[in-house]
Structure formats: structure tokens, C-alpha cells
């Protein structure tokens, strides 16, 4: 059975989203304080979404082409608003930040930083989803 160029890069997404997991338990890339990289202060329930966006992005990825499709529309809208919603209040809701600590003032580079990967990450995850998708599906 052929994998599809959809699937490996949801395979792609697993890979990363374990690793991501991973991050905050590597002692010389966090500080004293459990700061991931000097910008993220991740909880268990950061980890508990990222692994969890792996394991999603890993069986689409098993299952087929079209669920991994899926995995990327869907995913991409989720984890990119996340993104900008955090970016624009400083907090976002995937860990329900804005539910429980309301709009955060926080400085315009901590907003940025923070939240520029679940803008990428979810900006590229709907282009595969929506675009790319479709271009290799008259291709392959």
C-alpha cells in the first residue's frame, strides 16, 4: 500500500507533536523556573494537547489520505485561532487560558512569540488541508 504525501506529513505532524511533548522535560532547554526556551511556560496540560494532537495527526495519518485531510482542515482551524486568539488577548483557549484568567496585557513580543508557532503550525496545517491537498490529489 502507497502512503500518500498527505499522510506522511501527517505522520510529520506526529513526529512533531511528540516531540513538543517532550520540550518541557528536557532540563538544559528549560530555566530554572520551567520556562521552555526562555518564552513557554508549559503545563502538564500543554503537554496533554500536544500529545494528543499527535496521537490524532498519527492514526489520520495510519487510517488513510482522506482522514489525514481531515486531520489538517480541522486541526489548522483549531490550533491557528488558538494562535491569534492569544496573540490578540494573550491568552488562548485550547488550555483554556481565556476562560480562566480573562484578556492578559501581556508585552507585544511575549504575545508574538508565544503564539507565532500555533500560527505557523496551524497556517501550514490548513494549507495542506485545504490546498495542497487538492493539487496532489489531481497528481497522485
Do not use: C
Not at 501550514?124 to 497522485?140: C, D, I, M, T, Y
Request: charged share 10%; glycine share 12%; aromatic share 18%.
Amino acid at each position: 500500500m502507497k502512503i500518500s504525501t498527505i499522510q506522511k506529513l501527517a505522520w510529520l505532524y506526529a513526529i512533531m507533536f511528540f516531540f513538543l511533548g517532550t520540550l518541557a522535560h528536557i532540563p538544559w532547554i528549560n530555566d530554572e523556573h520551567g520556562v521552555t526556551l526562555g518564552i513557554f511556560s508549559l503545563q502538564w496540560y500543554d503537554d496533554l494537547l500536544h500529545y494528543a494532537s499527535g496521537v490524532w495527526a498519527a492514526i489520520a495519518a495510519w487510517r488513510s489520505p482522506r482522514a489525514s485531510e481531515f486531520y489538517f482542515k480541522l486541526f489548522g482551524i483549531i490550533y491557528g485561532l488558538d494562535g491569534v486568539l492569544g496573540f490578540l488577548t494573550g491568552q488562548g483557549y485550547l488550555d483554556g487560558g481565556i476562560f480562566l484568567q480573562g484578556i492578559t496585557p501581556l508585552p507585544l513580543s511575549t504575545r508574538f512569540f508565544a503564539n507565532i508557532p500555533h500560527i505557523v503550525i496551524g497556517g501550514f496545517a490548513v494549507f495542506v488541508g485545504f490546498v495542497l491537498s487538492k493539487r496532489l490529489a489531481a497528481n497522485e
